[in-house]
């Protein structure tokens, strides 16, 4: 297991080339997002994807977070509606994850049960370099057994089962906001880093 510290003020910039190194190998990597570490993998390796899953299983219902670096990937990979564009543009990059139908191409590792796909482009520059590195969708799960709570500090068993942990210190403990977008209907699955209601 690699180790790297990630420093806001010094050259965080390689740090995530070489987190993007460990993603393209087919590695796992534990990662600081938005207020909370998590697992993440390249969502078009097979072996990555199997070595995710056997850390950290889907819950029931549940599915991957999708990272991509670049907001205008969106109509790619979902059937997004007017309102789902216009909270991408207002949002991304940043803290908010969008639930939509997944379109024909999206990989099957991302589509959760009911046909669905989530996605967010991060407001973390180290992540979001990251992801851009990986040259890929990168699956991202929150790096904690299911009832825990959410890890703000890198220690752990799942820690020590990464190819790649990435120690950013302390994080805030909040997470990214979930909402579902079905026509002009937002619902917010998860309350998170970002105010959206119920419209």
């Known amino acids: 297991m ?3 510290v990630l420093d806001p003020g010094g050259k965080w910039q390689d740090v995530a080339r ?19 570490y998590g ?12 070595r995710l899953l056997a850390l950290k299983p889907r819950e029931e219902k549940k599915g991957f977070i999708g990272l991509i670096a670049d907001p205008e990937e969106l109509p790619r990979w979902t059937e997004p509606n007017a309102r789902a564009l216009s909270l991408a543009k207002s949002h991304w990059p940043g803290a908010l994850t969008l639930v939509l139908r997944a379109g024909p191409s999206v ?7 009911d046909g669905t796909i989530a996605l967010r482009c991060p407001g973390s520059a180290f992540l979001l370099a990251t992801v851009a590195g990986a040259g890929g969708i990168v699956l991202s799960t929150s790096a904690n057994r299911p009832g825990e709570q959410a890890m703000v ?3 752990g068993s799942l820690v020590e089962r990464a190819d790649l942990v990435v120690d950013g210190g302390t994080l805030s403990g909040t997470p990214s906001t979930v ?11 998860r309350p998170g880093a970002i105010p959206i209601v119920n419209s």
């Not at 697992?39 to 199997?50: F, I, K």
């Open 18 to 36: 070489r987190a993007a190194v460990v993603l393209r190998a087919g590695g796992v990597a534990l990662l600081p997002a938005e207020g909370v």
């Open 153 to 155: 500090v890198p220690v």
């Open 179 to 189: 909402v579902s977008v079905v026509g002009d209907r937002v619902h917010v699955l």
């Open 2 to 4: 690699e180790r790297l």
């Open 107 to 113: 990989p099957a590792a991302l589509r959760n049960p």
């Open 39 to 50: 697992l993440h993998a390249l969502s078009e390796n097979p072996v990555a994807v199997e």
